[in-house]
């Protein structure tokens, strides 16, 4: 299966498990959904379980946060991360803090599904990757699959959450492998072991990051797109680096993270979104805190730059495998 | 806030009156029992004849939006525009007719499909398809691409991707105008999809209480994306949709150029009137997919084709007029061909201008341009 289709088997087969789960979204219903992870789930569920709703962000997760507080499941699409903001308020004032302000009465199971990231000549408010707004929000939980596989088990484990989660789609991935480089041949997921999707319910636990490449001079960590740009980076310049996936960014799997970093001692973060105020920020802290005595040099951030996502010059502001093997070389060279 | 609005109320109040002029401050307008709503919805005027003239302006002004959006079309088939593009094929009598009576000064604002209004307010095509292509003598110098161009000089607004936003936006100008006390208006224009964006309403309290001469002109082509309007519309009859903020809206026959007109006629006078904003609710269709990447496969073929007949296409509608009126197909023709010379040469000119300079990534950000990459 590709990214859409292992998304689209996921709601699929928790549609069919419980009752209580819903989907709704722009377009999500009669049509599919614009990316179609949607597919085909109206015909089959009923238009109470899966449907269109107005374009009404703020309204589609308001409504989310209520029917979640009476005990139903509802997984929402807002078609692009760029457009989630009108949601926002509701996002961190409502959903993140029923479950502190209600003394633990009510909360909001709900998974709010966002396509995100660039690659895909989208522009300014086609493009973004707000993960870190996210984060920085205590009571949300960040996702961010890579692969097929894992977007299934991650998504089935984020429905199945309690907490609200947030559950970013590297769009770019939808339909096929990306590694950053623009010229090369569209590469199909079929041939790849971790397009391998099984059609039954599968769980990945949330904060549970995934080894991607095992190495000894640098630990590399990476989310969504950039972990495919970050492997080619490595196998284009020969540092033995590790790569570790992280999948979900809130919770975040600190003990991997550490583990590794001690043994390399060099740490390499990347991400698409600009750096300033970065979720790379986070990281880079952590790291420190707990990795000081181990580092033998710098920790080095990979972002987009701190500008608005261009129209003109879409590979220019992506940060593509060079600026990952830059990276890298520079925290060989202490 | 408060003494601002006051002044702007007061300076209206004492500079104006029109016909139905509701007195400033918001208690006062509230609707008696028996006033009902049916001053709200209104008829939209009579079809005024066009001159031979405006008739043929319309043929020219609709007719340079068409061919734009075709070539977009081509040169996007091309490879040569990437991203996201949205044409405005058969919404053109729509702008059109309200261009034709907007004076020196009015805003103009709208979404992402965002052409023709650029062109109607007599942007350069060859600037709006430089930004299409990302090249240095766009609009937006190729950083903003199809969905985000602005023009100070001809009062231009943009060009928003963010569906909705445009309406408060749109707004605000319609506030600074009453503020400065200029007897301009702003055309806000939007979709009927974007209409369910909360912001909307709250845009439209805020218009009628403080009086602020905005038309919203919404255009509906029946369609946000996929979803027709009745998949995503409680109240389908967009021209009410200010009924309860107390704004009047007409429907209009958004492919008849003449209809347009009058409606923004009456609209245009009623708002530099001082009597608050309007809505005219413009039924018109959109001829291609959302964008250049949708099939449109929620919709049948019959039904596109219907719209696009003779009978209800805007521009075959004044072609055959202009015929009709005793205009040669020779002169016809001769139109047809300076228009085409006009977007042969801003295509031409939007593939040899040259990309910009990368150091432009970092121009515009703020006020002072002090960063640099890091
Ligand atoms: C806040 C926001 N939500 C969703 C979208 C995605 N989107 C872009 S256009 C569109 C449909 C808008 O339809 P309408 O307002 O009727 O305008 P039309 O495209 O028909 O001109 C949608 C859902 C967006 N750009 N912004
Ligand atoms: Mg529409």
């Not at chain 1, 970093?261 to 920020?281: D, K, L, N, P």
């Not at chain 1, 261009?310 to 600026?323: C, M, N």
């Not at chain 2, 082509?221 to 027709?228: D, F, H, P, R, V």
Request: charged share 25%.
């Amino acid at each position: 299966m590709n990214m859409v289709q292992a998304l689209n088997s996921a709601l699929d087969v928790k549609l069919e498990d419980d009752p209580d789960i819903l989907t709704f979204g722009e377009d999500v219903g009669y049509f599919g959904g614009v990316f179609r992870v949607t597919d085909k789930l109206q015909e089959k569920y009923g238009l109470t379980r899966c449907f269109d709703t107005p374009i009404s962000e703020g309204g589609i997760v308001a409504t989310a946060i209520g029917m979640g507080a009476y005990g139903l499941r509802p997984v929402v699409e807002i078609q692009f991360a760029d457009y989630i903001l009108p949601a926002f308020d509701q996002l961190v004032s409502e959903a993140a803090r029923l479950r502190y302000r209600s003394n633990g009465e009510f909360w909001a199971p709900i998974t709010v599904r966002v396509p995100y990231g660039g690659g895909i000549f989208g522009g300014q408010t086609h493009s973004q990757s707000p993960e870190a707004l996210f984060a920085h929000v205590v009571g949300l939980k960040s996702v961010i699959p890579s692969n097929p596989y894992d977007a299934k088990g991650l998504l089935i484990s984020a429905i199945e959450d309690d907490d609200p989660v947030i559950f970013f789609e590297p769009k770019r991935l939808y339909n096929g492998l990306f590694e950053g480089r623009p010229d090369d041949p569209v590469k199909p997921w079929k041939d790849h072991p971790l397009a391998d999707v099984p059609e039954d319910v599968y769980r990945i636990p949330l904060g549970k990051a995934r080894m991607v490449r095992e190495g000894a001079d640098v630990t590399v960590l990476a989310y969504g797109t950039m972990v495919h740009v970050a492997l080619s980076a490595i196998e284009e310049c020969g540092i033995d680096a590790e790569l570790i996936d992280l999948r979900s960014i809130v919770p975040l799997d600190i003990d991997a993270i550490v583990e590794s970093v001690q043994r390399t001692g060099r740490c390499v973060i990347a991400h698409e979104a600009s750096r300033y105020g970065g979720f790379g920020g986070e990281l880079s802290a952590l790291v420190q805190e707990r990795c000081f005595h181990h580092l033998r040099a710098p920790i080095e951030r990979v972002a987009g730059w701190d500008t608005p996502y261009p129209h003109a010059f879409e590979w220019d502001y992506f940060p593509g495998p060079q600026r990952v093997i830059d990276a890298m070389q520079r925290t060989q060279e202490v | 806030m408060a003494t601002s609005r006051e002044t702007a109320a007061n300076k209206r109040s004492s500079s104006k009156s029109g016909p139905a002029r509701r007195t400033s401050g918001g208690a006062k307008k509230a609707a008696t029992p028996d006033q009902g709503q049916s001053d709200l919805i209104r008829k939209p005027p009579e079809i005024a004849k066009f001159t031979t003239e405006e008739d043929s302006q319309a043929y020219r002004d609709m007719l340079l939006i068409r061919r734009f959006e075709e070539k977009a079309g081509q040169l996007y088939g091309r490879g040569l525009i990437g991203g996201f593009c949205h044409l405005y094929i058969g919404q053109e009598a729509v702008v059109t007719g309200v261009q034709m009576v907007l004076k020196e000064g009015d805003q103009v604002i709208t979404a992402y499909r965002d052409h023709g209004h650029m062109l109607a307010t007599g942007m350069d095509p060859k600037g709006v398809m430089a930004e299409l292509t990302g090249r240095r003598g766009g609009y937006s110098k190729g950083k903003g691409g199809s969905m985000h161009m602005f023009s100070r000089d001809k009062h231009f607004y943009g060009g928003h991707g963010i569906v909705g936003a445009q309406v408060s936006l749109g707004t605000g100008l319609a506030f600074a105008n009453r503020y400065r006390g200029n007897d301009n208006l702003c055309c806000t224009y939007f979709g009927d999809g974007a209409a369910n964006q909360g912001q909307v309403y709250e845009s439209f309290n805020m218009a009628s209480l403080w009086d602020l001469p905005v038309i919203y002109i919404i255009e509906n082509n029946q369609y946000a994306m996929g979803t027709s309007v009745t998949r995503s519309s409680a109240e389908t009859h967009f021209n009410q949709r200010g009924v309860s903020f107390r704004i009047p809206g007409m429907e209009v026959d958004g492919m008849d150029v003449r209809a347009v007109k009058a409606a923004a006629e009456e609209a245009a006078e009623f708002v530099r009137g001082g009597n608050g904003p309007i809505i005219l609710e413009m039924k018109t269709y959109r001829y291609r997919g959302h964008s250049m990447s949708d099939p449109a496969k929620y919709r049948s073929k019959e039904e596109v084709d219907k719209m696009k007949d003779r009978e209800h296409d805007p521009i075959e509608r004044v072609k055959a007029r202009l015929i009709d009126g005793g205009m040669s197909e020779e002169d016809v023709k001769a139109i047809d061909k300076e228009i085409r010379g006009v977007i042969n040469e801003a295509a031409e000119f939007a593939q040899n201008d040259p990309e910009p300079d990368p150091s432009e990534l970092w121009t515009d950000i703020y006020a002072e341009d002090g960063s640099e990459a890091a």
